[in-house]
């Protein structure tokens, strides 16, 4: 049997809506009745060493060629409709996209799960194909049996977006053995049971509510992948609005770590297995690795959160622009009053300053009649786009415009001003530098003193004189000595870097000091007797900041560090130090851990002050209403509050 030609197969089942490959596979499975689960996987694929793969399936054209002629099932109709590529394909770079098609179309091996990332992630698959009781009993009602639905396998989505109820395990596990070489259909892997409706006033249950519908928008688009740096860009134009970073691509790390942390609560993220690694996590993580300039594809899920966390869904998401605009879309109006396009969307480009004028964004833009001004953004409205902030230049057509105008001798100064966009002592000044003849009707009007005229190109003369002086001053300075560093040439020469830096950035830019990097060396270095001194030294440390007076100070390795004098050594040498690495591990404070402490402290404070403060004061006190779900710090809440009400009594008694 193993050796025949597969037949034609005529009577695959019709897919059902969002129905999972595997579901299909499995409702045909028990169509056919075969005795063996080998026997199958011949019939689909033409080889008895296929398997039953879940989310990412591979051989697809096989299955699509024992279908007859004219059929719509392709494997492109399988792998867009039935398959979870579509949910990670909206963030994979275009070319990795293109290689997971091709794996899922003639591959046998799993060469889709590596390039996806599935088993790289921290993010794992769930462990069981889950489904929604609610939707197994329409399914029942309209199809008479029910499937496996492909969004309910999607890691991150725990509940039925359609339904709002939590999703159940069913019977099919996705460990290794014998349900690799069987495709089970839903109707004997599922039980009916109550479904478990979520609660609207829970926070966290409305998350994982907006992560399944988001999933679900992803599932039925057709991502051909997503440039990294586009989905950067989005992230950064979001962060920007909030204030939790610069328009020059600068994050706020602290401030987002700590927004974020306050969004999301850490039982949620330890249940998604999105919880941030380590307890001194703002060096990396995978929320800094979205925001910063990308290097890798990372799990959908962790973009999701973050998209959630910004304050969209993931269809709005998609939609933002691709680039960064604070000047909103071109073209851009010209707006001189003096050119017959005046006010009209006829400036193509923009000019995006390399400096932030208060920290706001500033821009530059020329018009083809010579006009060009800039102005500060972000634009808030659309009115915005015709302010002008600065006039560069003025121009031909202007000039022209004011030669014409300068002849009427029926206008006055100020009503020339007004034409043309500007005050009176602007025009006056101009004319003066155009040479314009002073024979008006005005009889006020006298040249102008000499001081207040434009100084026209000798300020150009100056400000050259002033670049190649300062520019001969940098080089001069880096020359005698070759490993000098950007930070001594800033100190020695503080007013020639400021204005190299504004006025000539680009060659500033070429002649900066490389970057010295220098390792010290340590053959000399008694490591044993080091790391028994520093092991010692660290337990002492970590109990002076324990028992410092005040505010607690989290006993983190910075911290060690810096009260030892250490922070590099222990940084970078502490694998040559084992007793140091240890006694290290022992002392340092988990977030929780430092919470408990802060909370005592609190406690402290108000007994100082015989008061008795009810359970959200403390923990507003100490800095942990964050944290007020995880059990610990529970327990040392009602621990304190019971000490406290305990010594206020005592001093009652007494007193009394």
Request: charged residues 25%; positive net charge.
């Amino acid at each position: 049997m193993i050796g025949r030609e597969p037949p034609v197969i005529g009577h695959f089942p019709t897919p059902y809506p969002d129905e999972l490959f595997y579901s299909i596979c499995g409702r045909f499975s028990r169509r056919v009745s075969y005795p063996g689960a080998k026997s199958i996987l011949l019939d689909l694929f033409g080889t008895a060493t296929a398997t039953a793969v879940i989310d990412l399936p591979n051989q697809l054209e096989n299955v699509a060629g024992r279908f007859p002629e004219g059929t719509f099932l392709t494997a492109d109709v399988f792998i867009d409709r039935h398959t979870l590529l579509p949910f990670f394909s909206a963030f994979l770079p275009p070319a990795r996209v293109v290689e997971l098609r091709r794996n899922m179309r003639e591959s046998s091996s799993s060469a889709a799960h590596m390039r996806s990332g599935i088993m790289a992630s921290r993010t794992p698959l769930p462990s069981r194909l889950r489904y929604c009781p609610a939707c197994k009993v329409e399914d029942e009602r309209q199809f008479r049996e029910t499937y496996w639905h492909r969004l309910h396998q999607i890691p991150g989505v725990e509940v039925c977006p359609t339904h709002g109820v939590f999703l159940e395990d069913g019977d099919v596990s996705r460990r290794a053995g014998r349900n690799n070489l069987q495709f089970i259909p839903a109707d004997a892997a599922t039980r009916r049971l109550p479904a478990r409706h979520l609660d609207p006033s829970d926070h966290d249950h409305q998350v994982l509510l907006r992560l399944a519908h988001d999933s679900e928008w992803l599932l039925g688009q057709s991502f051909a992948g997503s440039d990294l740096s586009e989905l950067n860009h989005r992230y950064l134009k979001r962060l920007t609005d909030r204030g939790l970073a610069t328009y020059t691509g600068s994050i706020h790390v602290n401030k987002l770590l700590d927004q974020f942390s306050g969004h999301y609560s850490t039982a949620l993220l330890k249940s998604l297995n999105c919880v941030f690694k380590g307890d001194n996590h703002v060096k990396s993580n995978w929320l800094l690795r979205l925001v910063r300039p990308p290097k890798h594809a990372q799990h959908p899920l962790y973009h999701l959160l973050l998209i959630q966390f910004l304050g969209c869904t993931a269809e709005e998401f998609f939609h933002l622009p691709e680039e960064f605009s604070p000047f909103g879309e071109g073209p851009w109006p010209c707006l001189n009053p003096a050119c017959t396009h005046y006010r009209r969307p006829v400036i193509l480009e923009c000019q995006l300053g390399d400096r932030l004028r208060y920290g706001k964004p500033t821009a530059k833009f020329r018009c083809e009649c010579g006009f060009a001004y800039a102005r500060t953004g972000p634009d808030s409205s659309p009115e915005d786009r015709f302010l002008v902030g600065k006039i560069i230049s003025l121009g031909q057509v202007w000039e022209a415009k004011l030669k014409q105008l300068w002849r009427d001798s029926s206008l006055s100064i100020s009503a020339i001003a007004r034409r043309l966009g500007v005050d009176p002592l602007t025009i006056r000044r101009h004319a003066a530098r155009m040479e314009l003849s002073l024979s008006r009707s005005d009889k006020r009007l006298k040249p102008l003193a000499r001081a207040t005229q434009l100084k026209g190109n000798a300020v150009s003369a100056a400000r050259e004189i002033k670049r190649r002086e300062y520019r001969s001053k940098w080089v001069s300075a880096m020359k005698p000595r070759r490993e000098i560093t950007l930070k001594a040439l800033r100190r020695k020469l503080p007013r020639e870097y400021a204005w190299l830096r504004q006025n000539d950035s680009e060659w500033l830019e070429r002649h900066k000091p490389r970057p010295q990097r220098r390792n010290q060396p340590t053959a000399g270095i008694d490591w044993k007797r080091c790391d028994a001194e520093y092991a010692a030294a660290v337990r002492v440390a970590a109990s002076r900041l324990k028992e410092a007076p005040g505010r607690p100070v989290q006993v983190t390795r910075t911290a060690i560090g810096r009260a030892l004098g250490a922070i590099t050594l222990l940084r970078q040498k502490l694998h040559k130090m084992p007793l140091t690495a240890r006694a290290m591990a022992g002392v340092i404070e988990t977030r929780v851990e430092y919470a408990v402490r802060r909370i005592q402290w609190a406690g402290e404070c108000f007994t100082r002050e015989r008061a008795l403060p009810r359970p959200w004061q403390l923990m507003q006190r100490a800095n942990v209403y964050r944290l007020r779900s995880v059990p610990e710090v529970k327990s040392a809440v009602d621990a304190t509050l019971c000490l406290l009400e305990s010594s206020l009594s005592l001093n009652q008694k007494l007193t009394a």
